[in-house]
């Protein structure tokens, strides 16, 4: 490329009496003592100067090579992350409860796929894949197949914790991730078994995080679930979403699919603090419990604001029922009147409005949720910030209760 430049300077300079291929930190040529008569503008002189086809040709050539580097450079993550990784991910299958007819039997069976959690051959997978099995089978990447008893299930989170033989199979546990870290446009990984085809990999990108999501076996929402455009298809449910570095950042668990079960590019993960959290219970109690206050909600907008008599500013959550009996009841929390008393406003008023909870600002009923599910447990005191329905802000401590598996 040097020689390329200095070539065609040379040309110039039999041409004009001056040249320069020196460039400052501006781009500005060092050596200005081009012939005034030629360069007297030297925006004229890149304006009408006619592009040099060896030089174009040169550059294009460098650019091209450029970006055949990137793709070496990104393939050759991927081929790593799969190399480190598959060995890690397991195919499952869930035989559950016998079907049919008087004179014939048959086992109904589901698949997905899960991780290596630790050596003490702990796997994780969702709760939704081997909910109800009698009997499940987990097969390695190497080919070994062993028999599996669930340890532990967590509805709420759709996460399970199974148990195979350590001495079964070699085991290699996966990297944690932190989601805390987690951004939009990150490089997202799903390794699994989608449709049966074993060991796939797909890619994307981190579409969107913070997402509340119902978990589809209770009436609670899972907090914060990450979204991504990576494929996932029937049979990924439990295996991990990865970020670029290899490390597992959530646990593949929905879609929103058009009506055939296929992806379109809306895929769900469980996050993987989150299961920091309920995994390690599972292991030791077969069971996790959650922090729980007991009220529904709806996130106050300007509009609803302004109907209560506040600023249109004013952010938090609307309590607008209360289970009985809750800690929310306990504590006094108001929910809202029904609507029959407001017949000519659409929205009920009456309830009391969360703003806070210990300290940290409520926005809406994700921040709510977000907060019980991540940093409280059953027993903590917590301090609500509220507006009454009178309109006064005051101050209430609730001490949290058991989540209930159905509630009342």
């Known amino acids: 490329m040097r020689l390329l430049v200095s070539a065609t300077c040379l040309l110039i300079l039999l041409l004009n009496g001056a040249c320069t291929d020196q460039l400052d930190d501006t781009n500005t040529p060092i050596n200005s003592t081009l012939n005034t008569e030629v360069a007297a503008d030297a925006d004229a002189l890149i304006d009408t100067t006619p592009s040099d086809p060896i030089i174009d ?36 299958l869930a035989i559950g409860t016998s079907v049919g007819g008087s004179d014939w039997m048959t086992p109904s069976q589901g698949e997905g796929s899960g991780f290596v959690w630790d050596l003490d051959g702990h796997i994780v997978t969702n709760y939704h894949v081997v909910a109800g099995a009698q009997e499940v089978v987990v097969t390695f990447w190497n080919g070994n197949q062993l028999d599996a008893t669930v340890v532990g299930e967590d509805p709420f989170s759709d996460l399970a914790v199974l148990n195979v033989d350590p001495t079964g199979t070699p085991l290699l546990p996966v990297k944690l991730g932190d989601d805390d870290s987690v ?50 298809n029937p049979g990924n449910s439990g295996g991990p979403l990865l970020n670029r570095i290899g490390e597992v950042v959530g646990i593949n668990t929905q879609i929103i699919s058009s009506g055939t079960g296929a992806n379109s590019g809306i895929g769900f993960a469980v996050p993987i603090n989150i299961a920091k959290r309920v995994i390690p219970g599972l292991i030791a109690d077969q069971e996790y419990e959650y922090g729980w206050l007991g009220i529904t ?88 910030q509220i507006i009454d329905n009178r309109g006064n802000e005051t101050s209430v401590e609730i001490e949290l209760g058991v989540r209930p598996k159905v509630l009342p």
Not at 66 to 78: F, G, L, N, P, Y
Not at 349 to 369: A, F, K, R, Y
Request: aromatic share 4%; net charge negative; hydrophobic share 40%.
């Open 57 to 92: 040709a040169a550059a294009e050539a460098s650019q091209a090579h450029s970006a055949i580097d990137i793709v070496k450079a990104h393939e050759s993550v991927m081929r790593s992350i799969y190399t480190e990784v598959t060995p890690s991910v397991v195919h499952i």
């Open 183 to 232: 951004q939009v446009g990150d490089f997202a990984l799903a390794i699994g078994h989608p449709f049966r085809q074993k060991h796939t990999m797909t890619s994307g990108i981190i579409s969107a995080i913070g997402r509340t999501r119902p978990s589809g076996t209770t009436q609670f929402s899972i907090p914060d679930v990450i979204q991504t455009d990576a494929p996932i």
């Open 297 to 384: 909600g709806i996130n106050l907008t300007p509009r609803h604001a302004e109907q209560l008599g506040l600023p249109a500013i004013t952010q938090g959550v609307y309590v607008h029922q209360i289970v009985e009996p809750s800690p929310a009841e306990k504590a006094g929390l108001l929910p809202s009147a029904s609507p029959d008393e407001y017949a000519n406003k659409q929205f009920p008023e009456g309830g009391s409005i969360i703003v806070s909870i210990n300290d940290q600002p409520v926005i809406g009923m994700d921040d709510l949720i977000s907060y019980l599910v991540r940093l409280t447990q059953p027993g903590d005191v917590i301090s609500l």
